[in-house]
């Protein structure tokens, strides 16, 4: 199984972007999907997950700004981000919960985003 990472680039603060995340291969279904972020010097943390069943749960830091969706036909996995903040600025990883040959969890390669004040 592999996640495809995209979306990720340079963006005034202010602005929009949206991240996508792809898994593919040997799937037979995805439990949550989530993405993560880290910025140099600090730790990777979560920024929204999404269920199965579309339930979500974001950081405090994002609440109201970002979204997380997802498309089971596709197993794919977005997150809509808009009125961007310097410190939105991190590597973005996707994550998901795996049932394919075994239950596994995946991480994209990650997707850089950079704001700038």
């Known amino acids: 199984v592999q996640l495809q990472a995209s979306g990720g680039g340079l963006v005034q603060a202010g602005g929009s972007l949206r991240l996508s995340c792809a898994a593919s291969?040997?799937?037979?279904?995805?439990?949550?999907m989530g993405w993560y972020r880290q910025a140099p010097g600090n730790q990777r943390e979560l920024v929204a997950a999404?269920?199965?069943?579309?339930?979500?749960n974001y950081a405090d830091s994002v609440k109201g700004r970002f979204t997380i969706s997802r498309d089971n036909a596709k197993n794919t996995v977005y997150l809509q981000m808009n009125s961007l903040k310097p410190e939105d600025t991190a590597v973005y990883y996707c994550?998901?919960?795996?049932?394919?040959?075994?239950?596994?969890?995946?991480w994209g390669q990650g997707t850089l985003v950079t704001v700038s004040s």
């Open positions: 994550n998901a919960a795996v049932w394919g040959l075994k239950y596994q969890d995946y």
């Open positions: 291969g040997s799937i037979f279904s995805i439990n949550a």
């Open positions: 999404i269920t199965s069943s579309g339930s979500t």
